[in-house]
């Protein structure tokens, strides 16, 4: 696990399967993994294609779960690796809801997650999640 805010930590399926007990929320982003989720975390899956281009839907959908939950309790995003659906996704949430620069982020995530690769085209999908947030 890759602790990216101290509210926000990345990684991988392993992490997913045996949680620490600090984590009381955990999203699953990865499409070729299912788990059955530890007693007492908070769970959800939104399954997202591996190396494909970030989909601004499927950003939304984690997004809005995220803020409900962040704020409350330490969070855990994870995907196979925890090096680029699941740092994707939180670099979505730290943009969108936080008001970070995608600048600042990718700086933070790259300090905090050596060898991690955002999805293609993220800042692109990135911004389209803004605008429809903005618009809604």
């Known amino acids: 696990m890759h602790l990216i805010t101290d509210k926000l930590l990345v990684g991988t399926i392993d992490d997913a399967r045996n949680p620490s007990p600090v984590i009381g929320t955990?999203?699953?982003?990865?499409?070729?993994?299912?788990i059955e989720p530890a007693a007492g975390i908070d769970y959800h899956r939104i399954p997202i294609k591996e190396f494909a281009e970030a989909d601004p839907a499927r950003?939304?959908?984690?997004?809005?779960?995220?803020?409900?939950?962040?704020?409350?309790?330490?969070?855990?995003?994870?995907?196979r690796a925890g090096m680029?659906?699941?740092v994707s996704v939180?670099?979505?949430?730290?943009?969108?809801?936080?008001?970070?620069?995608?600048?600042?982020?990718?700086?933070l995530v790259m300090a905090r997650r050596p060898g991690a690769?955002?999805?293609?085209n993220l800042q692109a999908a990135i911004?389209?999640?803004?605008?429809l947030r903005r618009a809604a």
């Open 59 to 79: 950003l939304i959908q984690a997004i809005e779960w995220l803020e409900q939950r962040v704020p409350k309790s330490r969070t855990l995003v994870c995907c």
């Open 117 to 120: 690769m955002p999805l293609p």
């Open 26 to 34: 955990l999203l699953l982003v990865a499409e070729e993994f299912t």
């Open 84 to 86: 680029g659906r699941s």
């Open 90 to 107: 939180v670099m979505a949430y730290l943009c969108c809801v936080e008001g970070m620069a995608y600048a600042d982020v990718l700086k």
């Open 127 to 131: 911004e389209r999640v803004r605008l």
